[in-house]
């Protein structure tokens, strides 16, 4: 079972300091169904919500405009960076290295 600390540690990665979405039970479930890899359930929950803001359109009101779309989008890409981090680094391409040649 999911300790408390790596609930609160899971709710810090995909911004839900309240339990209104996700209860505390839920997350411990989820956690211990892949053997506690926070960074994976969070690139799932990050793609849940993209799912749930996929049908946000943006919106104008006079002077007052909420680009709800934008949601989607961001989304999208924090569920990337706990996929391993490639929308960090902005590639796909794994790193490569070299030995040093000394001289």
Same mark, same amino acid.
Not at 18 to 23: K, R
Not at 60 to 80: F, P, T
């Given at each position: 079972?999911?300790? &408390?600390?790596?609930?609160? $540690?899971?709710?810090? +990665?995909?911004?839900? &300091? ?7 039970? #839920? +997350?411990?479930?989820? +956690?211990?169904?892949?053997a @506690? *890899? ?5 690139? #799932? ?5 993209? $799912?749930?803001?996929a @049908?946000?359109?943006?919106? %104008? ?12 989008? %961001?989304? #999208? ?5 706990? *996929?391993?981090?490639?929308? #960090?680094?902005?590639?796909?391409? &794994?790193?490569?290295?070299? &030995?040093?040649?000394? %001289?």
């Open positions: 079972m999911a300790t &408390p600390d790596q609930i609160a $540690a899971l709710r810090r +990665l995909i911004n839900e &300091p309240d339990a209104t979405t996700y209860t505390d039970a #839920v +997350l411990s479930t989820r +956690l211990d169904a892949i @506690g *890899d926070a960074n994976a359930l969070a690139s #799932v929950i990050w793609r849940e919500k993209a $799912a749930t803001y @049908g946000l359109i943006d919106v %104008q009101e006079g002077n007052s405009v909420r680009k709800m779309s934008q949601l989607y989008a %961001q989304a #999208v890409k924090m569920a990337d960076v706990f *996929d391993g981090g490639a929308a #960090v680094i902005g590639t796909k391409r &794994p790193a490569r290295t070299r &030995p040093i040649e000394r %001289q």
